[in-house]
Nanobody, 118 residues
Framework: QVQLVESGGGSVQAGGSLRLSCAAS?????MAWFRQAPGKEREGVAA???????TYADSVTGRFTISRDNAENTMYLQMSNLKPGDTAMYYC???????????????WGQGTQVTISS
């Protein structure tokens, strides 16, 4: 079981930026960010492999950047040009076998809230 702790959420105005962090208790092959808004299903935002290969949801491409520091077992999500539609609880996920934007990861953090005001 991998322990994941997110941080960096907060409230900003539209057009602003935030940087989320996810600290993992151990090294994992695949990591990702998901988000869930009230009344909506959890959706994959971005995912990254241990070698740095990335994939993004269409809704965030060009605005969000996922990265990781393997030495520190930490993953990041740099979010720019934020929109009210980005408001959600953001979750970190990790797995040793699955990589992608489906919620098939076996390890999840508790989430960090991101709120964007217009």
């Amino acid at each position: 079981q991998v322990q994941l702790v997110e941080s960096g959420g907060g409230s900003v105005q539209a057009g602003g930026s935030l940087r989320l962090s996810c600290a993992a208790s151990q090294s994992t092959a695949y990591m990702a960010w998901f988000r869930q808004a009230p009344g909506k299903e959890r959706e994959g935002v971005a995912a990254i492999t241990g070698r740095g290969m990335t994939t993004y949801a269409d809704s965030v491409t060009g605005r969000f950047t996922i990265s990781r520091d393997n030495a520190e077992n930490t993953m990041y999500l740099q979010m720019s040009n934020l929109k009210p539609g980005d408001t959600a609880m953001y979750y970190c996920a990790a797995d040793f076998n699955y990589w992608g934007l489906m919620a098939h990861y076996n390890n999840w953090g508790q989430g960090t809230q991101v709120t964007i005001s217009s």
